[in-house]
């Protein structure tokens, strides 16, 4: 019996011109993985020290997650759209399944919950959706992550005539 092969990922190319992430990635791609709480740019997980502390960079491809001040606010902005859309599920749900009498009490509760802990269950996520939104809207520089993960500086010209 053959011994078990491992399989290194490689880091993506990019292609010249092309001011986005990566040539191989697809913009879906690119968003499924910040559902997952993994790297957008790279795919790398483990981006989190606990529950609510995000690394300063991604192990793999060095990509700051603090792209710019205010970098964050943005993730305020998805925890409160997914939460809200929660209880509107559990509200409507709740009244629509149990019409023509809905318990109210129950609905209520379930709904005060969904508030309370929803936001806190989905920070993490949040963090992660809202980084790959924002490299969707505003492509990486060159620079931002390491090479042969997105785009780099141009090197400098040698000197001719040596």
Known sequence: MSP????TKRPNTVLPGKGALVASEHPWRVFL??????CPV???GHLFTGWFKMKDRCPR???KFDRIEGQWSGDIGV???VSFGAMLIVLLGGVLLTWPDPPMAVIGIAAVGIAVFMPIFFLPFSKTVWLAS??????LEAGEVAEGFGPQPQEPASPRGS
């Open 4 to 7: 078990p092969t491992t399989r």
């Open 134 to 139: 924002d490299l969707l809207m505003r492509p």
């Open 61 to 63: 491809c060095d990509l």
């Open 79 to 81: 925890n409160t759209i």
């Open 33 to 38: 993985r910040g559902w997952v709480k993994h």
């Open 42 to 44: 790279c795919g790398s």
